[in-house]
């Protein structure tokens, strides 16, 4: 599902960030980097999106050569086969709970009606069946990361990235939302990519690497 | 909350919000600088006007004035004679027009010619009332002392000298009725400085030389010692002919004032709407700040700072923002009425002061009270915001970074409220010419505009349907989730369109009746104007019979004008006598438009103003003093007549004429027989008409499109104030926009980590600035027209006394909703590139 090649990364300053990292991860399955803060995990988990540019190397999901794509192409495809889940939820204030978990079906044009039954399906697989109508802002932490990974997998995109999911919530709901994504990525078929820094996070992944000193390795 | 506190919250406020609050402050400057101007330009004729009847005046104690075209002098004698007067002065007084040639130099009218006052005095008689007419007693004179009895000497006030363009010995000339009056300046007058420009002369030869053999427009009087006032009043009067009135000399700036009160009320009343668009901007500026700071204002009310605290620091705020507005305007309006008097002298363009020079003298009283008006908006502006920060909830706001702001629940009662309030308002009487009830029913009405906003949001979004398109999806969510915030940025909106439009329903309904008017009352082919300035030239009977013998010429109609001041009534009186058809009075828009049969009192018909300012009503019998003779006439009915603001009376001439035994005409109308070669007609007029001194021939065309080109340059200004409005609005919404768009760049970041390419997060706030404006104009609309409907039936026709049917601009309106709103979409497009311009990685951790 996800291959990559002799990915490097320099910092602005030209010093390297990572050198001639290579990855794989198949559909399906669960894999978690882990590294001190400033390894460049968040990077290289941008660099996958195609929100960042890596210096060399190349990208390949499902068959598309991520790093050939311009912006906008990067974007559309990023719509269609990408979903995020992230530190602080960025759940949208002005939209319902369930408009929340259905915006990247609304953003690739799956009617409403269909939106609905779905957003609907996810929030009860995540134990928040009948909050559809309710506005982010009346959610707990938890609640919200557990919104947040349901618009990750909504649109069953090819590649789940989940940077730092954690670190807002408590041991209790940690645990409970890691299961869950891990649950979600697996069920879609995804390939799902997790970076923390936190080791007992990353134990609910298939598969552990570590970030350090400029390359990646099994940790 | 304390001082150091207050400047704490205070920098950081004013510091992040640099172009928003400049926009304010220019915003309030704005309305400031505008009704400072006007009371400046104002206060600065009047004083003029003011300071020339007290010099003029000299010692007289009184003024015997009679009509514009003069009464019998033997009241003078018969004045002069009482014992209770000590000194009486005849004063011939007339409007002449320099010819051209002796005027290089001098400041020119809006026809291109310099206008004086021709004052006719007894020398030694007036002398004895204010010495400064005699160059004896300070003026430089000419060599080998020429005096008053000289034919060809005039003495001349500084002013004159310098719009004349001439010095001692110089010779100029003046428009007779039968040519050219040379004159030689025998000496100045610095005494009469603040008279304005005079050029005086013997009466007789004023007399002589200006056909008003035998008339006098003026006696002015001082008492006999020792005498009570109002047995020498009562004697006096007793002894003038009627239609001559007693007045104190300064009693003629009050008049002026009072004449021109409602017209500098509208003036103002147009300033203060650019303020009260500011005051909302204000708001908006001050709203959005303040929504922003949300979470810091919930963590000071979580530290101990009470809610109080919090709306002192909101209302300091505004305060600020209208101090500096306040001043800067004061200072900007100072500047530009000084500007302008210099340039284009106080008249603003309704021709009141026209030809007066205008002397810069501030109000200070009006400008410090303008200038609270600039503060007080603000002031209130920051009260709307603290109203709504009572609302705060605490703890949720401590842990939403939602960005709207506390809003009360927005229902439809409070602007069905205002806007019953608004139609009751409408209804109230004018307090003199002030139509108070109307401006409050504007005011009323704009602000149930403006509290329907929420409410009509909620409306409309609920009708919305826009479940495919994500854009659209998400621009109605967004909008329809942030009531306080679109109340905030679309109020300005919805005032300045509400405004913009009834000014152009109301300017539009009043050129389409004045354009109607014009096609009834011109009626005739040719006009001949003897005296287009001034007052000075008429034609005589030989001269009319002339112009009825050219051939072509199928019938002509001889106008006369005379002016009337009525004891007990500020305002004056025209006389319009012409020879009255069925089809005149249709032209006229007579109601009702039949002629009733002559009987003993003569059949005559009042404008609207004539039929507000004096009361009178259809079938009333008045007298009235023509000619310095009681005349009887019966109302027959009210016309329209939009070239007088303060009353008229149409007669007929035959009446006219047979009552008063003046046969001389100010204007000739001439019909052509429909045979007559037009071009070979107009030359022979032309012929004719160009023998009188300064004297005009045009055809109906020209004077048409004259009146419509005077009226267009009178509404320029008008137009330059709602498009300043509409532009200041735009840029408040722009602003905002701004401002959105940072507090939520870290929603785009995430709509672009979901795919979103930057140009469609642009497209999405240019639908949400579509969608605000959309509604901005839409309740804009709704309440220009209640606006417009108040202004044209309520303000001006108790301000102006002019009647007019309503007529919609649809294509204007339309253009300037659909400008609007793309200048809203686009606006909004244009100020959200600064937040989608960084990168969506950095964006989404922003934690600002």
Redo the contacts between chains.
């Keep these: 599902m996800l291959a990559v090649r002799g990915l490097a990364k320099r910092w602005p300053g030209g010093a390297l960030l990572f050198d001639d990292l290579d990855l794989e991860v198949a559909p399906g399955e669960f894999v978690a980097i882990v590294g001190e803060s400033g390894a460049g995990k ?1 990077t290289l988990l ?1 660099a996958l ?1 195609g ?2 540019r890596a210096d060399s190397g190349s990208i390949v999901i499902a068959g598309t050569p991520v790093d050939a794509l311009d ?2 192409a990067l ?6 086969h ?1 979903g ?1 889940v ?1 530190q ?1 939820f ?1 759940l ?4 319902t709970v369930g ?1 929340n978990v259905a ?2 079906l ?2 690739n ?1 799956v ?2 009606a269909a939106r609905a039954a779905r957003a609907a399906q996810l929030l009860a697989r995540m134990g928040l069946a009948g909050r559809e109508d309710r ?1 982010p ?1 009346t959610l707990s932490g938890g609640e919200m990361q557990r919104v947040a990974i349901a618009r990750a997998v909504a649109h069953k995109p090819r590649l789940v990235l989940a940077d730092e999911p954690t670190g807002n919530l408590d041991e209790a709901n940690a645990g409970e939302a890691l299961a869950l994504l891990r649950d979600a990525v697996k069920s879609e078929g995804a390939a799902g990519l997790l970076v923390t820094h936190s080791e007992t996070a990353a134990a609910v992944a298939d598969r552990v690497l570590r970030l350090a000193g400029r390359r990646l390795a099994p940790a | 909350m304390n001082v150091a506190l207050a400047a704490t919250l205070l920098s950081g406020s004013l510091a992040g919000n640099r172009w928003r609050s400049g926009l304010a402050v220019a915003c309030i400057a704005l309305g400031v600088a505008l009704a400072g101007a006007v009371h400046t330009l104002h206060a600065s004729a009047l004083d003029e006007i003011d300071r020339a009847a007290r010099t003029l005046g000299g010692e007289a104690d009184l003024q015997a004035r009679g009509p514009r075209n003069g009464f019998d002098d033997a009241a003078f004698v018969a004045v002069a004679k009482l014992p209770e007067v000590a000194a009486a002065s005849p004063v011939v007084e007339l409007d002449v027009v320099a010819v051209p040639p002796g005027s290089g130099g001098g400041r020119q009218s809006a026809e291109g010619r310099a206008t004086v006052k021709l004052l006719g005095i007894d020398p030694f008689r007036a002398a004895r009332l204010q010495p400064g007419f005699l160059t004896e007693a300070s003026g430089e004179r000419a060599e080998g002392s020429p005096s008053y009895l000289d034919t060809d000497i005039a003495f001349l006030t500084p002013a004159a000298a310098k719009r004349l363009g001439v010095g001692v010995n110089g010779s100029f000339a003046l428009r007779g009725p039968r040519g050219e009056v040379k004159l030689r300046v025998g000496g100045l007058l610095p005494a009469l400085e603040g008279g304005g420009p005079v050029v005086v002369v013997d009466i007789a030869h004023a007399q002589q030389a200006f056909d008003r053999l035998g008339l006098i427009h003026r006696i002015d009087v001082r008492l006999a010692a020792g005498v009570p006032r109002d047995r020498a009043l009562a004697a006096i009067q007793a002894a003038l002919p009627p239609g001559v009135r007693l007045e104190r000399p300064d009693d003629g700036a009050s008049r002026t004032a009072g004449l021109t009160r409602a017209y500098r009320v509208n003036l103002t009343a147009l300033a203060l709407m650019a303020l009260f668009t500011g005051g909302f901007l204000v708001f908006s500026t001050l709203a959005l700040a303040a929504a922003r700071r949300r979470q810091e204002f919930a963590l000071l009310r979580a530290l101990g700072l009470t809610a109080g605290g919090l709306r002192g620091f909101l209302a300091l705020e505004g305060a600020l923002l209208g101090l500096a507005g306040a001043a800067a305007g004061t200072l900007l309006g100072l500047a530009a009425s000084l500007a302008m008097l210099e340039r284009f002298g106080p008249d603003l363009g309704a021709g009141f002061f026209s030809g007066s020079a205008g002397t810069f003298s501030p109000d200070l009283l009006a400008l410090a009270a303008v200038g609270f008006a600039g503060i007080a908006t603000a002031a209130t502006a920051a009260f709307a915001v603290t109203r709504a920060f009572d609302r705060l909830d605490v703890a ?1 706001a401590l ?5 709207d702001l506390p809003a009360a629940p927005g229902g439809w009662a409070a602007p069905a409220a205002a806007a019953a309030l608004a139609s009751l308002a409408a209804f109230v009487p004018a307090a003199g010419e002030i139509p108070v009830g109307g401006y409050l029913a504007i005011v009323l009405a704009l602000g149930a505009a403006v509290l329907a906003v929420v409410p009509a949001t909620r409306v409309l979004l609920s009708r919305a349907r826009a ?2 398109s ?1 854009l659209l ?2 621009a109605t ?2 909008v ?3 009531p306080g915030h679109l109340a905030a940025m679309v109020s300005g909106i919805v005032v300045s369109v509400a405004l913009t439009s009834a000014m152009a329903i109301m300017v539009f309904s009043f050129r389409v009746s004045l354009d109607g008017w014009l096609y009834g009352v011109l009626g005739a082919d040719f006009f001949a104007r003897a005296s287009p300035n001034g007052d000075a030239v008429v034609f005589d009977e030989p001269l009319q019979s002339r112009l009825a013998q050219v051939p072509g010429a199928e019938r002509i109609d001889p106008i006369r004008y005379d002016r009337l001041n009525l004891a007990g009534h500020s305002h004056p009186l025209t006389v319009m006598a012409r020879p009255v058809t069925e089809k005149l009075l249709a032209g006229f828009q007579v109601d009702p438009p039949a002629i009733p049969p002559k009987g003993e009192a003569m059949n005559a018909w009042m404008s609207e103003a004539a039929a507000d300012l004096f009361g009178w009503k259809a079938g009333d019998e008045i007298q009235l003093p023509f000619a310095g003779r009681p005349a009887r006439l019966r109302i027959a009915g009210t016309y329209r007549d939009y070239a007088r603001t303060w009353g008229a009376i149409l007669v007929d001439l035959e009446d006219w004429r047979r009552h008063t035994g003046d046969r001389l005409a100010n204007d000739v109308a001439i019909v052509a027989d429909r045979s007559a070669d037009a071009k070979a007609l107009a030359k022979a007029l032309a012929r004719i008409v160009e023998k009188v001194p300064g004297a005009e021939l045009h055809d109906a065309a020209y004077s048409h499109n004259r009146a419509l080109e005077i009226f267009d340059r009178t509404f320029a200004a008008t137009y330059a104030l709602e498009a300043a409005a509409v532009l200041i609005a735009l840029a408040g919404v722009t602003s905002s926009f701004a401002a959105l768009a940072w507090s939520r760049r ?2 785009f ?2 709509l ?9 997060v642009l497209r999405l706030l240019a639908f949400e600035g579509a969608a605000a404006g959309g509604v901005g104009v839409a309740l804009g609309l709704a309440a220009g027209a209640a606006v417009s409907v108040v202004l044209v039936r309520v303000v001006n026709r108790q301000s102006f006394h002019w009647g007019m049917e309503i007529h919609w601009p649809w294509l204007a309106l339309l253009a300037l909703a659909g400008a609007v709103v793309l200048l809203c979409a686009l606006g909004a497009a244009a100020a959200g590139r600064a937040a989608v311009a960084r ?3 950095d964006a ?1 951790k922003d934690d600002a």
């Design positions: 968040s941008n999106a929100l960042d912006e906008d974007a559309r495809w990023r719509r269609a990408v995020f992230f602080q960025h949208l204030p002005y939209l408009e915006l990247p609304l953003l044009g009617p409403s506005k802002g | 949720q842990k939403d970074r939602h960005l479940e495919e994500p999806v998400l969510a967004q329809r989730s942030l870290r929603e970041g995430v672009r980590h979901l795919g979103l390419t930057r140009r469609e990168e969506a990685v989404v």
